[in-house]
């Protein structure tokens, strides 16, 4: 096949932007393949990012919990240096379209890092978990010393007053589990006044314990003394760690952290990853043309 003495090849290219920051053909494809494969890496980044984070608030242990908030720390740490580099690459290609969505995807992300910050921060504190630990471990045994103390003054109790000892040692192991019975809701509580109404029953279990350990002391022969002052010393170690119970209850930190990860952080997070495909969509259909003859 003969063309045209005059024939010239016109090589037309669609969206390479052959600007003067760009050189050559082949130096802008080279440039363009950089790009795509950036914006590649954004939405893996910051998927692992999105990913860590949640499992931090997740996690059963402080150690997890910091380990995958580090993780998710050095994920946006990698889409920083992914944005910071992109960047200048699609203004020196000429793409105006995909520097706009990259300038979205950015002041979305600015937000997100702003809500996952605090979202992180109040991860790896634990509270609640500690407070659960707290709660199944030292008070538990604090009651149970309790209750073999009380065991043993029923059991050395004088007969004429069995009857009375045991009423009064059922009713101050009663209220001590009522207050270990409202440990776990307290815990799992998010709402102030929720909590303000289970301490005062907390409140009024301690009084009615005690009571029993005073009208206890009035009754059993001075040789129950030391038994008395064990189930009073196990009650004021299990008090203490109740107390200490409550306040990490109040801090919340578990229960609020992984509400503001289920109400507020998924609309955020998909505003970010639309951006980013959007973006990887447009980098897609650059590419050369076809060749023109004339």
């Not at 109740?242 to 992984?258: G, P, Y």
């Amino acid at each position: 096949m003969k063309f045209p003495a005059r024939a010239t090849v016109a090589v037309v290219t669609l969206g390479i932007g052959l600007t003067s920051g760009c050189g050559d053909v082949n130096a802008a494809l080279e440039k363009l393949s950089q790009a795509r494969q950036l914006s590649a890496d954004l939405l893996v980044q910051f998927t692992k990012a999105a990913d860590a984070s949640n499992r931090s608030v997740m996690a059963d242990t402080d150690e997890a919990s910091t380990a995958f908030a580090r993780e998710a720390d050095d994920a946006k740490q990698a889409v920083h240096h992914d944005v910071d580099t992109l960047g200048p690459m699609l203004k020196d290609l000429g793409y105006s379209d995909e520097t706009r969505i990259l300038e979205q995807f950015t002041s979305r992300f600015a937000e997100y890092d702003v809500l996952d910050r605090r979202i992180l921060d109040l991860a790896v504190e634990n509270t609640n978990l500690k407070a659960q630990r707290l709660s199944f471990g030292p008070a538990q045994k604090a009651v149970d010393d309790l209750r073999a103390a009380l065991d043993a003054i029923v059991a050395s109790a004088p007969a004429r007053e069995t009857w009375h000892v045991q009423a009064l040692a059922a009713s101050a192991l009663a209220s001590v589990r009522e207050i270990q019975v409202l440990q776990a809701p307290h815990i799992a509580e998010a709402d102030d006044a929720a909590m303000t109404r289970m301490e005062k029953q907390m409140a009024a279990a301690e009084t009615g314990v005690r009571t029993a350990l005073t009208s206890l002391a009035a009754i059993t022969d001075p040789g129950a003394r030391p038994r008395l002052g064990a189930a009073t010393t196990a009650f004021d170690r299990f008090t203490g760690v109740n107390a200490q119970i409550l306040a990490l209850s109040r801090r919340n930190t578990n229960v609020r952290s992984l509400a503001l990860s289920l109400n507020q952080k998924p609309a955020l997070t998909d505003s970010c990853e639309t951006s980013l495909r959007d973006l990887r969509d447009a980098l897609g259909k650059r590419g050369y043309g076809v060749a023109r003859w004339k």
